[in-house]
């Protein structure tokens, strides 16, 4: 495999790959939050907060405004305390909140289900979420100026298929579309282009495949993966029709790096098809080494940048990887539940948030591609500092000849099996192995 990176050939923006959901922490101790701070990671998405222990404090609308019969105009209505602290430790690290505005999965729902029904009154759901922005964003009701851009309603509501199976939305299709078009109206008529409004944070395109026409996503669906275009169908058609605001679509994946982009590309090609070419869409879960045996290999940190790599080249404007929380989850692929000492995946987003830092992305040419192998190149704003990322998933090591033109390559950084964020010589004749499943950076001045 052999790369060519001119570092003066500018292709556009470093995006920011290396979100996360939910956050570091354990009840009151925000102790690793510095983590992300290093790292650099722009974005936390609030979802599924506080895990058990905390799964009645934070974030969610039922725990921000514990008396849906209570007035939304009245400040004492609100129980801010706890997302308060976290949301103010999140800025105070450099991490931007990315609000959900619902409620939490309920797994164990065939038991009971508590909060994943349909709000009863939308109109003055719509009307909490205004006093929550206004708290955050407006200083209202002992609040804070945050500037929290981001604003997604709800989570997977488009895993109805049968809805009373759902662990996210036991309601209709019509019933979420009614809610969204209601609250993203009233947000966006209270806050105006101040913030960015969408969701819905779909489940995904598993069954991509099966639609190389986006005109089929319509069609009567008979399983659950096919339910989701359909949803999708006429949501776009809702948004559509009624005008509603709609800055920004989320969907989810837990595919392998190769199956996720082509999700991508069937979510932008629906997007382009019904009219929203201009709508960033965005990927805030995603996971592809959920295992509770592999997520502290270095399997799973190969694998995250991969994703985050190649997403760099599709369409999605931001990723959000789930997630960084502290737990027994196989989900919670950052951090050791037992030492909370990063995984091997951590290093794979601070490898990204370097490249993030730098700025600029640059232009690589590669020949004689390795199959799974991606690689992206920085540079800084002054362009007299770069870098090239590699990521190598898979099981065989790789040889690669590495031609820098603008910059001279002065170390590398390598976190494999064997190393964490190892610094090594760069060999004067540019030859590099990246070795089996291996996060790879070269830095150049």
Same mark, same amino acid.
């Given at each position: /495999? ?11 923006? !470093?995006?920011? =790959? ?15 939050? %510095?983590?992300?701070? $290093?790292? &650099? ?58 609000? *959900? ?28 979420? @205004? ?6 964003? @407006?200083?209202?009701? $002992?609040?804070?100026? =945050?500037?929290?851009?981001?604003? @997604? ?17 036991? &309601?209709?299709?019509? @019933? ?21 409004? &969408? ?25 659950? /993966? ?6 999708? $169908?006429?949501?776009?058609? %809702? ?17 392998? !790096? ?48 991969? =994703?985050?790599?190649? /997403? ?21 692929? /950052? ?21 993030? *830092?730098? &700025? ?10 390795? $199959?799974?192998?991606?690689? =992206? ?20 090591? !790789? ?13 590398? !950084? ?32």
């Amino acid at each position: /495999m052999r790369i060519t990176a001119d570092f003066s050939d500018i292709t556009g923006a !470093v995006k920011p =790959m290396h979100g996360v959901g939910q956050a570091p922490f354990y009840c009151e101790d925000f102790s690793l939050l %510095h983590y992300l701070r $290093d790292a &650099g990671v722009p974005f936390a998405r609030l979802h599924d907060v506080g895990n058990w222990l905390g799964g009645g404090l934070y974030v969610d609308i039922p725990n921000l405004f514990r008396n849906f019969d209570a007035d939304p105009n009245d400040p004492a209505a609100y129980d801010f305390a706890f997302t308060d602290r976290l949301l103010c430790q999140l800025v105070e690290n450099g991490v931007e909140p990315f609000f *959900r505005l619902g409620v939490s999965i309920e797994n164990s729902h065939d038991l009971r289900a508590y909060r994943i029904f349909p709000p009863r009154d939308p109109e003055k759901w719509a009307a909490i979420c @205004e006093g929550i922005v206004r708290h955050y964003n @407006e200083g209202w009701a $002992d609040g804070y100026r =945050m500037g929290i851009r981001y604003w @997604e309603i709800w989570n997977e509501p488009d895993d109805c298929f049968r809805p009373a199976e759902s662990p996210m939305w036991q &309601g209709t299709r019509e @019933e979420y579309y009614r809610l969204y078009e209601i609250t993203s109206k009233r947000l966006r008529a209270a806050f105006g282009n101040s913030i960015r409004i &969408g969701g819905y944070a779909s489940c995904g395109f598993y069954a991509g495949d099966d639609y190389p026409d986006p005109a089929q996503i319509g069609q009567t669906p008979n399983d659950r /993966m096919h339910f989701f275009f359909y949803f999708l $169908d006429g949501f776009l058609r %809702h948004v559509r029709d009624t005008g509603s605001p709609f800055d920004f679509f989320s969907w989810h994946t837990y595919a392998d !790096v190769e199956t996720a982009c082509r999700h991508a590309n069937t979510c932008r090609a629906i997007l382009n098809a019904y009219g929203f070419a201009d709508v960033p869409d965005i990927l805030d879960e995603w996971n592809t080494c959920f295992d509770v045996r592999l997520r502290s290999s270095a399997m799973a940190a190969s694998r995250a940048l991969a =994703m985050m790599l190649a /997403m760099q080249d599709r369409s999605p404007s931001l990723l959000c990887y789930y997630d960084a929380r502290i737990g027994p989850s196989a989900y919670g692929g /950052m951090f050791n539940p037992d030492t909370w000492e990063p995984y091997k995946t951590y290093e794979a987003f601070y490898a990204f948030g370097e490249a993030y *830092r730098m &700025g600029r992305q640059i232009a690589v040419r590669t020949e004689q591609k390795a $199959d799974g192998v991606q690689v =992206m190149g920085a540079v800084r704003g002054d362009g007299h500092a770069g870098l090239l990322l590699f990521a190598n998933p898979t099981a065989c090591a !790789v040889p690669v000849t590495v031609d820098c033109r603008g910059l001279r390559p002065q170390s590398l !950084v390598l976190t494999d099996d064997t190393h964490t964020r190892a610094a090594l010589p760069f060999p004067a004749d540019g030859a590099l192995v990246l070795p089996p499943y291996s996060c790879f950076c070269v830095r150049g001045e």
